[in-house]
């Protein structure tokens, strides 16, 4: 046993030498104008490197204590009771949403053509659960400054059949949660949050994500964090803690951990429908459920990047400053990105909005930036409503539309983001100021 782990430690010694010389050297210079702009990007160490590896050499290539530990460290970073490691933010969202519609929830569950009020500009993620289980998304328009929802229209997108509210904390800043989570209330509605894009962001001094009954996150590498793919949803609520685990798990009712039995005890001794008495607890199926586990290999990294994830934060935050900074005093050309009142976001990008009477094109600025190697994105979907996938769908039937979405289509023409990822260097940020004014001029 000590030779093996002896031969261990030298593994991960070479682990930290290959960082060193592959990864660590390779951060050159950044050249203005030759040197690549992105928008987001993976941030590690040989930490991370050193982390993957020992799980793989203990081969447990499921979920095991490498995912018990994340599982943990997250929800005690975000306060919460209880959290799920998934295998992707998009599954995360589906998890959430699929919750809502078990049985174990009485009268208070989702059914098919129930309503769940969101925004139609976002990624297709938040929505898709919805449409693709048969409830009906009702949209409604955001504001051009927090690119968040427009929540005076909370009360027009009510109907008697609104069961939820699932939204999305635009690109790291926090919708209006009491204005949202008061309507909520008055209406006994489920909320999920999709956090995705906010982890680390604070409303009146809380995180994100666990305001509502459920919130989810995306570990892919351009997030605050990452695991390579991987996500997770996160609850106070143990019933729903253990649905969502059932919907991640094939649907089953055991929640025993992978490579355990019986840990109630039970496995033999209960009646569940009309299977034979004492049947196999481990094969039972409470519902038609998916596998959306993860591995122990992401969650290693996860629990490297999980330390380094405060100061990434901060790091986003004098980003985005020193971007707003830069271009303040543009706001006659753009509408400049704005934090929600009693929020401090841990923004995930920096967005503008070309302002009506300018005569500039967004296609030809985002062009002129690619071309000086600065890497833009719209804000993902702009009008999910526009696109292919609800060529089928009949509105007022399969979906709702409140008023005419006249902000969402303003930000699908005429909006676009750059990053604040905490890879970036001063000078790329100052570069990216100095392209965008010289576009304008």
Known sequence: MQYNETLKQEILQKVTE????????SDKDFVEGKSRVNYAGRVFDETEMQNLVSASLDFWLTQGEWTDKFEKKLAEFLGVKYASFVNSGSSANLLAFMALTSSKLG??????????ITVAAGFPTTVAPVVQYGAVPVFVDVDLETFNIDTTQLA???SSKTKAVMLAHTLGNPFDISAVKT???KHHLWLIEDNCDALGSMYDNKYTGTFGHIGTSSFYPPHHLTTGEGGAVYTNDIKLYRIINSFRDW???CWCHSGKD???HKRFTQQFGTLPFGYDHKY?????GYNLKATDLQAAIGVAQLAKLPAFIKKRRVNFDILYNGLKELNHIFILPQATAKAMPSWFGFWLTIKDHTKLNRNDLVKYLEQNNIQTRNLFAGNITRHPCFTELEVNKDYRIVGK???TDKIMSAAFWVGVYPGMKPEALQFMVKKIKGFVK
């Not at 009268?107 to 769940?116: A, F, P, Y």
Request: charged share 35%.
């Open 262 to 264: 019986d840990t109630c």
């Open 107 to 116: 009268d208070k569950r989702i059914k098919k053509g129930d309503e769940v």
């Open 18 to 25: 290959y960082y060193q010389a592959v990864h660590a050297k």
């Open 405 to 407: 979405l006249e902000n």
């Open 156 to 158: 027009k997108a009510y």
């Open 284 to 288: 039972v199926y409470s519902h038609l």
């Open 183 to 185: 309507f909520c209330e």
């Open 251 to 253: 649907g089953r009712d």
